[in-house]
């Protein structure tokens, strides 16, 4: 691993326990968790407005002294969801949060350097907005409380989907929580116009050695491209299952060994989410083959 993406890691890993901290600070015992109450103890400090902003910005944070404006974009409540806002409305209030704790980030805006519109939920690839939706992550998931739930059993899609329920957050952004806080080997992966658009493995994996899933690469697992290739468009909800080999899905050439995968598809954001996970013996064995 090279030091520059090592030192990527430690900065998001730090958004993340500093949006976790604000959370516990909260006072927050049990989730759902409001990412409103949070702005309403800041006071007058912070103002947020929602608007439909159309294309121009999930959300966007701006000084004006004396006080931070954030602005979130509430386009996204046209999707189906439970409760005021969608969830992907709220995760964006928590990145705009996390433009406003985190000090480097809240120091660039208070000298002076301009406020910028933010596409969020691990759509952009910049340093400062993956911070940004680390902090979300750990301030709406804090370990705290989603930790015991994610390692009391080996990972599968019914029990993400049953967390996300109960932290009333987007699949999507349980999925990857879970996988960051997983100590069995697991991953996931987001899949958009048939290619690997991001993806993170969990704690659980890297101790085997696999750190990175491929990103940008076309999916090429042969279960994953048939399943895909049911419904291209991705315009309707549906999920499946299939395997393949590890090296399908990340970066390690050398490693062989066998990873079930869970298929979901989520229509509005036109989005295939895939759970890989592997059996911590096969990636041994795999290992003593070489
Ligand atoms: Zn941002």
Known sequence: MTIDWKLEQAQIEKAAKLGEQITR?????????????????????IKAFGDDFGRDFDGRLEFQSPKFLLFYNT????????????????????????????????????????AHGSMTEFQSG?????????????????????GQIVNRNPPNMNLVKQARGQFEVSLTSMLV????????????????????????????????????????????SRTAQAFMGEDVSFS???????????????????????????????PSTQQMLVLITADEDDIFNGRDSE
């Not at 990340?250 to 066998?258: A, G, I, Q, S, T």
């Open 25 to 45: 600070d909260a006072g927050i015992v049990a989730p759902p968790i409001d990412p409103f109450t949070l702005i309403r103890n800041e006071g007058k400090r």
């Open 75 to 114: 386009k996204y409540d046209e999707w189906p969801h439970d409760g005021q806002h969608h969830p992907k409305v709220l995760f964006t209030i928590g990145h705009e949060l996390g433009h406003y704790f985190l000090e480097h980030h809240r120091n660039y805006l208070r000298s002076g350097g301009g």
């Open 126 to 146: 910049r340093l400062v907005e993956r911070e940004a939706d680390s902090f979300s992550s750990g301030l709406l998931m804090p370990k705290y409380l989603l």
């Open 177 to 220: 929580r879970w996988v960051q806080l997983c100590d069995f080997p697991c991953a996931v992966a987001s899949i958009r116009s048939s290619a690997i658009e991001w993806g993170f493995c969990s704690p659980g994996f890297k101790r085997a050695g696999v750190f990175k899933v491929k990103r940008g690469a076309p999916v090429s």
């Open 236 to 266: 309707k909800f549906r999920e499946g299952e299939g395997y393949s080999d590890v090296s399908h899905w990340v970066e390690n050439d050398d490693l062989r060994f066998v990873v079930e995968e869970q298929y979901l598809v989520v």
